[in-house]
């Protein structure tokens, strides 16, 4: 990537590794700059060792399943796989976990909610994904950034506030994003339709999960290079091979850059 400029993340490196066999050149983050790619600018941070992908999208589309799904092959395939998950998937996320969601905290300022989110993020990337990223490892999460600017930004129509919020997002994440991010797009009426019981932000409006929806959408469509969008109406099977078909590139071309 010309231009990149390549920010030490601290710590031992070790690169992609699937069935035992270690690539000998560890490498570090690479700044993306928008110079870098064209036509679709895309800043942040990219893990230069590892892979990260995530699933995004509506509540009831089916994120869980895929994650499990693409970790099962993943680990049939050799690599090794980290699934894990926001908010919660800490000591510290699940406290944030149990507040943000249960139907008894009642009303959150937008920004507290926005925050407790943005704080379990912090805790996440220090504590699961950098760490299983800088060792090599495919990491699976579902749900990540763009959750907070679908559901605290667009959700909670927060306005002109969405930029502050993303600033913090990315701030609390050391800017690091997915390889690929695939949005599993459902509309609410469909997803909700799936789900037994209701946690505090499924039992928001049709028009709030409209939002967020619509905001998945469009930050899809700002970096098709590094989203999938998928109908998740199709079957699991089909889903999982669409998703497969993006994600067996990156680990080809993951494994070569750890050359
Ligand atoms: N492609 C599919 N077709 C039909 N049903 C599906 C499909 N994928 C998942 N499901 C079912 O829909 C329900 C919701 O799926 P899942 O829990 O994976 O979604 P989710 O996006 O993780 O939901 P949440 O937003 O609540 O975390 C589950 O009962 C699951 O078995
Ligand atoms: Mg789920």
Redesign the pocket.
């Known amino acids: 990537m010309s231009g990149a400029v390549v920010t030490p993340s601290g710590g031992a490196v070790k690169p992609l590794t699937r069935g035992g066999e270690v690539s000998p050149r560890p490498r570090r983050f690479t700044c993306v700059t928008s110079a870098d790619r064209d036509p679709a600018p895309a800043p942040g941070l990219r893990a230069a060792t590892g892979v990260f992908v995530c699933?995004e999208?509506?509540?009831?589309?089916?994120?869980?399943?895929?994650?499990?799904l693409l970790v099962e092959r993943l680990e049939r395939e050799g690599y090794d796989a980290v699934p894990t998950f926001e908010p919660g998937d800490t000591p510290v996320g699940r406290e944030l976990r149990r507040i943000v969601l249960d139907p008894a905290t009642g009303h959150l300022a937008a920004r507290t909610e926005a925050l407790l989110y943005v704080a379990d993020k912090a805790e996440h990337v220090a504590e699961v994904v950098r760490p299983a990223l800088d060792r090599g490892a495919v990491v699976v999460t579902?749900?990540y950034v763009d959750s907070t600017l679908a559901y605290q930004g667009a959700g909670r129509a927060l306005g002109d506030a969405v930029a502050g919020l993303e600033h913090v997002a990315r701030w609390a994440t050391g800017d690091l994003r997915p390889h690929l991010t695939v949005v599993?797009d459902?509309r609410p009426g469909a997803?909700l339709a799936?789900?037994?019981g209701r946690?505090r932000i499924?039992a928001e409006s049709v028009e709030f999960h409209e939002r967020v929806r619509a905001e998945f959408l469009a930050l899809a469509a700002a970096d098709p290079a590094h989203y999938l969008v998928v109908d998740?109406?199709?079957?699991?099977e089909?889903?999982a091979e669409a998703v497969w078909a993006r994600v067996a590139p990156l680990l080809v071309q993951a494994r070569q850059e750890a050359r």
Do not use: W
Request: cysteine-free; overall charge neutral.
């Open positions: 699933f999208g509506g509540d009831g589309g089916g994120k869980s399943t895929q994650s499990r579902d749900r599993l459902v997803g799936r789900l037994t946690d499924e998740a109406t199709g079957t699991r089909e889903i």
